[in-house]
T-cell receptor, first 113, second 110 residues
Framework: DAGVTQSPTHLIKTRGQQVTLRCSPI?????VSWYQQVLGQGPQFIFQ???????GRGNFPDRFSARQFPNYSSELNVNALLLGDSALYLC????????????FGPGTRLTVL | RKEVEQDPGPFNVPEGATVAFNCTYS??????FFWYRQDCRKEPKLLMS???SGNEDGRFTAQLNRASQYISLLIRDSKLSDSATYLC???????????FGAGTTVTVRA
């Protein structure tokens, strides 16, 4: 079975631009969570979606938004990029909402110049 | 105060050695505890869940001390392939997120 997939794998943007990251969960998983991992730190929670509804939001500015589609795939959008947004963006899928049983995708490495 | 704190290391050990490290968590309502492993520039992968009674998975032993709010991981008979960053992770009941520590780096040398 395929695991969590994310696209693109790498991305380079400049300050002020907008970016969209994509995630496809494991088949049968209805929940998708997004995390940001800055170099040298652990992943930080951004959003969780379950059945197309936002179920949780971390301490990130409104420049960050996300959505989940009927097929449970998800997009993370970041507007007005800052240098500090450079990070590995991880998507995790799980059967249910909540923190247990989350499986991570390979991530999208975003570099903001 | 960070939700989850870990000794960053690095722990540099020879093959065959035993290495152990802890993490502490601040939220007494935390209910689920995990150790994830992360290789350089890769995604975190679940190593093991941590149960109140402690648990083993091969060469890996995890312990939970709720009274002192810390979790430990012990690796016996270290292999070169154990070189990685180990992330301590906690989750609270009805909480949507996993809270990660910054990770403990372990390097096993030949």
């Amino acid at each position: 079975d395929a695991g969590v997939t994310q696209s693109p794998t790498h991305l380079i943007k400049t300050r002020g631009q907008q970016v969209t990251l994509r995630c496809s969960p494991i088949s049968g998983h209805k929940s998708v969570s997004w995390y940001q991992q800055v170099l040298g730190q652990g992943p930080q929670f951004i959003f969780q979606y379950y059945e197309k509804e936002e179920r949780g939001r971390g301490n990130f500015p409104d420049r960050f938004s996300a959505r989940q589609f009927p097929n449970y795939s998800s997009e993370l959008n970041v507007n007005a990029l800052l240098l500090g947004d450079s990070a590995l963006y991880l998507c995790a899928s799980s059967l249910q909402t909540g923190g247990d049983g989350q499986f991570f995708g390979p991530g999208t490495r975003l570099t903001v110049l | 105060r960070k939700e989850v704190e870990q000794d960053p290391g690095p722990f540099n050990v020879p093959e065959g050695a035993t290495v152990a490290f802890n993490c502490t968590y601040s939220n007494s309502a935390s209910q689920s505890f995990f150790w994830y492993r992360q290789d350089c520039r890769k995604e975190p992968k679940l190593l093991m869940s941590v149960y109140s009674s402690g648990n083993e998975d091969g060469r890996f032993t995890a312990q939970l001390n709720r009274a002192s709010q810390y979790i430990s991981l012990l690796i016996r008979d270290s292999k070169l392939s154990d070189s990685a960053t180990y992330l301590c992770v906690v989750n609270s009941l009805n909480d949507y997120k996993l809270s990660f520590g910054a990770g403990t780096t372990v390097t096993v040398r030949a």
